[in-house]
């Protein structure tokens, strides 16, 4: 029986008792659970801290953050001052960070305990957290199925209750995918809303930080600590945090996209996203289907793009500075026997398919192109968005697949055809939960135009409503 957990639940708990005794209840129930959600479960340092926000009296300062006490799960590609950080792979095994992520220091500021850092797709390259070095995260719906990718870890740790919040990156449905698959919420924030210093890059322009929760007001307050500019990541922008939920849908205009309901789609995933579109017109939303012509080239120009920037980010990783170091020999010898030991199948692949893209000859044929066509998806979204308010949209094509299903690397490519789109074109989305076919939860996927959280999330947590 899965029982998940909220903020207002979990602060509740800590005011009865205390911040130590819910950290000691929420490293037990990672203990006894078996779905691999995380790599480092940072016992010592939570209790540690946890201690210490109990020492502080409730008119001293610090003590009345709005996580005052709160676990967190943090996907392993943030940087944690004392804390194991390793992308999900060997070639960082060991890695402590000697600084926080933006990101970490704002939870920090909330009085938020991180607890651990939760499993991955290596390097966030993957749509099943399967090409984890530390073994594949299980699905809490039913073990044998993936959690979805590459935040699968952060998904499933809110998913089983081991958890009330959590941190994803979104680089081309990494947050979103993993929340459809464990009937969770998640977040993408609209590019440069959030701070992406201290994230282990996979790639610059299309990677954000996004919350997941079991509930949609809880993502709101997540996205509010987290978001707005930094001075330390030059793409941060300042935007508005203070994310108001009144579902409202008078005078709401949705957008249904012909192409996201394409070939491939299982029918009763298409059956539940439209039931639900059906239920918000019931409300008194209107919808209207458009067109999106560009989105059949998206997901090529997509890899292209993510490769490339992959293979220029990953050059960094050669044993010599931090990490796994072989045994020396000479600098090109080691290089390479560092990289091919380190890094596993999947990371291998786009460094290569990227190099090549990047490679004299092959620039302008490939890459250059992609840019070109990331253009003219993200013009799509700005015209449709002259029309309606919102796009709604099935999360993934499909519900979790099993375990070592989807061995074709195409295959599970193909499955981000929905999500990649918002990313090349920087707009925000997110996934709720709206459905359930044969005891596997169905994610329904609202899209805004640029800095249109509150408005998403206001949709969104009507759509929650209707869930009961």
Known sequence: MISMMSVTEVSRRIKESSAEAVVAEHLERIRKNEFNTFITVAEDESLRRARMLDSIDSGEPGSGGRLHGVPIAIKDNMSTKGIRTTCASHILDGYIPPYDATVIKRLYAEGAIVIGKANMD???????????????????????????????????AVAAGEVAISLGSDTGGSVRCPASFC??????????????????????????????????????????????????????????????????????????PKEYF????????????????????AEGATYTEIEMPHT???????????????????????????????????????????????????????????????????????YLKALKV????????????????????????????????????????????NTVPINLAGVPSVSVPCGSTQGLPIGLQIIGGFFAESRILDVAAFVEQMNG
């Open 122 to 156: 290596e390097f966030a390259m993957g749509t099943s957290t399967e090409s984890s070095y530390y073994g594949p995260t299980r699905n809490p719906h039913n073990p044998n199925c993936v959690p979805g990718g590459s935040s699968g870890g952060s998904a499933a």
């Open 183 to 256: 009937g969770v919420v998640g977040l993408k924030p609209t590019y440069g809303a959030v701070s992406r210093y201290g994230l282990i890059s996979y790639a610059n322009s299309l990677e954000q930080i996004g919350p997941i929760t079991s509930n949609v007001r809880d993502v709101a307050l997540l996205y509010s600590i987290i978001a707005g500019h930094d001075p330390k990541d030059s793409t941060s922008v300042d935007s508005d945090t203070n994310i108001t939920i009144n579902c409202d849908l008078r005078g709401l205009n949705i957008g249904v």
């Open 262 to 281: 394409g070939e491939g789609i299982d029918p009763a995933v298409e059956k539940a996203v439209w039931n639900r579109i059906h239920d918000l017109e």
């Open 296 to 366: 059949d080239y998206a997901l090529a120009a997509y890899y292209i793009i993510a490769m490339s920037e992959a293979s220029s980010n990953l050059a960094r990783f050669d044993g010599m500075r931090y990490g796994l170091r072989t045994e020396d020999k000479d600098v090109t010898t080691t290089y390479s026997d560092v990289r091919a030991l380190g890094f596993g199948d999947e990371v291998k692949r786009r460094i290569i398919l990227g190099t090549f893209s990047l490679s004299t000859g092959y620039h302008d044929k490939y």
């Open 374 to 417: 990331r253009t003219l998806v993200k013009q799509d979204f700005d015209s449709a968005f002259g029309s309606v308010n919102v796009l709604i949209a099935p999360t993934m094509p499909m519900p979790a697949f099993g375990i070592g299903e989807l061995v074709d690397p195409l295959s599970q490519y193909l499955a981000d055809v």
